[in-house]
């Protein structure tokens, strides 16, 4: 069965807050290899102007793909995870993530489109520090394969 | 380290990269990130849902296919946008070897705002992998 098309622009509660510790940042970017020393000296950072030692361009996936569990796991939405691939993934930053930052995020559907069978669900994740200060905007295109099957 | 605004032109290519993964790199990345799909460690599993084999995480592919463009600047934090699209599988035997993921790219425009755009091509085993992927980076003046 096709997705409820109802559920786009529905917004769910904001997560608990995540606190970015410098191991985690080191321990991401080893996992992909990034040399970086702004990812792993704090002394390096504060030399390139940042407080504390900054994320990689795509850790922000630990929190929004935290986050779309809210979605992904809403039984109204009945959404079979077992089908879901990403299809598509965007980041924009409104400043690196770094270590101490302790963010929340709030995942909404943007959009549910049926096309071929599949359905395709883009989901916005906002990040923002507990005080407010948006840190960045994660969009990710899921697509649930065969689950619109016979429609269209 | 790094590179300013003043040296670079459209057109410019960056330093390309090879990144090996194994099945290794794909546990390690599975623990770094908390998705443990196990698509992406279980071949019974992976070959049940219809893949040829187990499979990196797109998101390890768009980590690795970033880093032609944080090492080119030399500041993981000058990227302000990143996005692509996941048009094929990296493949991953558990052979000793694994797979590899080429990267290159070039800058496609100098903007107004002084950032820059660059197109990431990124393939492994001869086939692109990755669709549409952009970065839109600030550099130092």
Redesign the interface.
């Known amino acids: 069965m096709s997705l409820d098309q109802s559920f786009i622009g529905r917004a769910y509660p904001p997560t608990r807050p995540y606190e970015v510790g410098r191991e985690?940042i080191r321990?991401?970017a080893?996992?992909?290899?990034?040399e970086?020393p702004?990812?792993r000296d704090v002394e390096a950072a504060k030399a390139?102007g940042?407080p504390d030692v900054?994320?990689?361009?795509?850790f922000a996936?630990?929190l929004s793909?935290?986050a779309h569990d809210a979605i992904v796991e809403d039984p109204q939405l009945g959404l079979d995870y077992?089908r879901v691939?990403?299809?598509?993934?965007?980041?924009?930053?409104h400043?690196?993530i770094r270590a101490g930052d302790r963010l929340v995020t709030v995942v909404r559907v943007d959009d549910i489109k049926t096309r071929a069978g599949n359905d395709f669900l883009t989901v916005r994740a906002e990040i923002s520090t507990v005080e407010g200060e948006p840190v960045c905007t994660a969009?990710s295109m899921l697509v649930a394969r065969g689950t619109a099957e016979g429609e269209e | 380290m790094g590179v300013r605004i003043s040296e670079v032109a459209v057109g410019d290519r960056l330093p390309e990269l090879s990144v090996p993964l194994t099945r290794a790199d794909l546990v390690r990345y599975a623990g770094a990130s908390g998705d443990f799909n196990p698509i992406h460690w279980n071949e019974r599993f992976a070959t049940e849902v219809g893949l040829p084999d187990v499979i990196a995480h797109g998101m390890l592919t768009m980590a690795v296919a970033g880093r032609l463009v944080s090492e080119w600047t030399g500041d993981p934090g000058a990227i302000l946008h990143y996005g692509v699209r996941f048009t094929r599988p990296v493949v991953v035997p558990d052979d000793g070897t694994g797979a590899q993921v080429d990267v290159s790219g070039k800058i496609s425009a100098i903007n107004e705002d002084g950032t820059v755009k660059v197109v990431i091509t990124a393939k492994s085993a001869s086939q692109g992998v990755l669709g549409g992927a952009t970065a839109i980076v600030r550099l130092p003046e």
């Open positions: 985690k321990e991401f080893s996992a992909i290899k990034d970086s702004l990812c390139a940042y900054i994320a990689p361009p795509t996936v630990i793909m935290g077992s691939v990403h299809g598509q993934q965007e980041f924009t930053h400043r690196p969009k």
